[in-house]
């Protein structure tokens, strides 16, 4: 009988101890996800930080598990982003697009133009192609889309959620959104009338020259032709 109480006290105290090991692994694990939630939150905060015409996000991932996918993802869509936005931003600062209707330009790649022509046609088609998936990405369906394509557990697709569309995205995309339209008005608008400038010198090959490194128009027809589209990019 004595044995038998033995027994039992002994499998009471081994179903304690198996308890409270499994509580104890529990409180780990709630606190080691906790921490990891807290470490995201934190560095996805210092993105906030940089500057998104001239930074990048391509920073060591400092979470792990699905917390790490999360932080990857954010990273990976806002470096693609700015990636995207500086060479656009670039563009616009190009010595080729800048020195196009030069003296110099008209010269040296005149009377045919056909290096100025194939910069024009291709500077384009990048130019808005690239406009094209910056505005695709500001939108909330394309931003969830790269979390969702990881299967992860809604919890982690809501955080995401909460950390680009209310934050970090928010504020940088909100930022150089207004920026972008304008940007397409403006460079369009260069790369346009500078294809028409080209084309006007083109079709009346042999009624200017240079000289002086000005350029020079032998009919006062062309010559108002000439300045009106120069206006327009002025």
């Known amino acids: 009988m004595r044995g038998k109480r033995r027994i039992k006290r002994n499998v009471i105290i081994a179903a304690i101890v198996v308890l409270v090991l499994i509580i104890s692994l529990i409180v780990y ?6 921490k990891q939630e807290d470490i995201l939150r934190e ?29 990857k993802t954010i990273k990976e869509y ?16 190009d010595e080729t697009l800048v020195n196009m209707l030069s003296a110099s330009n008209y010269q040296s790649d005149g009377p045919e133009f056909t290096s100025s022509k194939e910069f024009l046609a291709k500077t384009k088609e990048d130019f808005n192609k690239d406009l094209n998936t910056l505005t695709e990405m500001t ?3 394309a931003i969830m889309e790269k979390i969702e394509e990881k299967n992860l557990d809604s919890y982690y697709n809501n955080l995401y959620r909460e950390l ?33 400038v080209i084309n006007l010198l083109l079709e009346n090959n042999g009624k200017w020259s240079i000289e002086n ?3 020079v128009f032998q009919d006062t027809n062309t010559l108002n032709q000439y300045n ?5 990019v002025s």
């Open 164 to 196: 680009m569309l209310n934050g970090v995205a928010e504020e940088d995309f909100d930022a150089s959104k207004n920026g972008l339209q304008e940007a397409s008005d403006k460079i369009n608008n260069i790369l346009d009338v500078e294809t028409q």
């Open 139 to 141: 939108s909330s369906e």
């Open 78 to 93: 806002l470096d693609e982003y700015a990636v995207t936005l500086q060479r656009v931003l670039k563009m616009m600062e």
């Open 213 to 215: 490194d000005k350029i």
């Open 228 to 232: 009106e589209l120069i206006q327009k």
């Open 29 to 34: 694990m709630v606190i080691k996800d906790l």
């Open 43 to 71: 560095e996805i905060n210092t993105l906030s930080s940089v500057d998104i015409t001239e930074g990048r996000y391509n920073t060591d991932i400092k979470t792990t598990g699905d917390y790490a996918i999360v932080e």
